[in-house]
Nanobody, 114 residues
Framework: QVQLQESGPGLVKPSQTLSLTCAVSGGSITTGDYYWNWIRQSPGKGLEWIGYIRSSGTTKYRESLRTRTSISRDTDLNQFTLHLNSVTPDDTAVYYC??????WGQGTQVTVSA
């Protein structure tokens, strides 16, 4: 059974880059036809899809975040990483990684504040 675990800083200053990593166990991020997604939920709001990296390595991002977002992966470590540039307090949220929206990490709180 695949398991996902997010990690990263809990506090980021405005204008900095947020980097979050999702470590995957129980399955390879390069095999099969899976979508490895990043999702977030801001206070009082619903879930917001950020982007994905497919098992093939193809990426796609939410249009409104596209210019600030990139997702990379380390196949040796079997993990993938979200980079979100020029963060603002509006980026404060709980961030989740998920495989095909079926298996989810527990989520990690990120606060953007000076």
């Amino acid at each position: 059974q695949v398991q996902l675990q997010e990690s990263g800083p809990g506090l980021v200053k405005p204008s900095q880059t947020l980097s979050l990593t999702c470590a995957v166990s129980g399955g390879s991020i390069t095999t099969g036809d899976y979508y490895w997604n990043w999702i977030r939920q801001s206070p009082g709001k619903g879930l917001e899809w950020i982007g994905y990296i497919r098992s093939s390595g193809t990426t796609k991002y939410r249009e409104s975040l596209r210019t600030r977002t990139s997702i990379s992966r380390d196949t040796d470590l079997n993990q993938f990483t979200l980079h979100l540039n020029s963060v603002t307090p509006d980026d404060t949220a709980v961030y989740y990684c998920t495989r095909n929206f079926g298996s989810w990490g527990q989520g990690t709180q990120v606060t953007v504040s000076a």
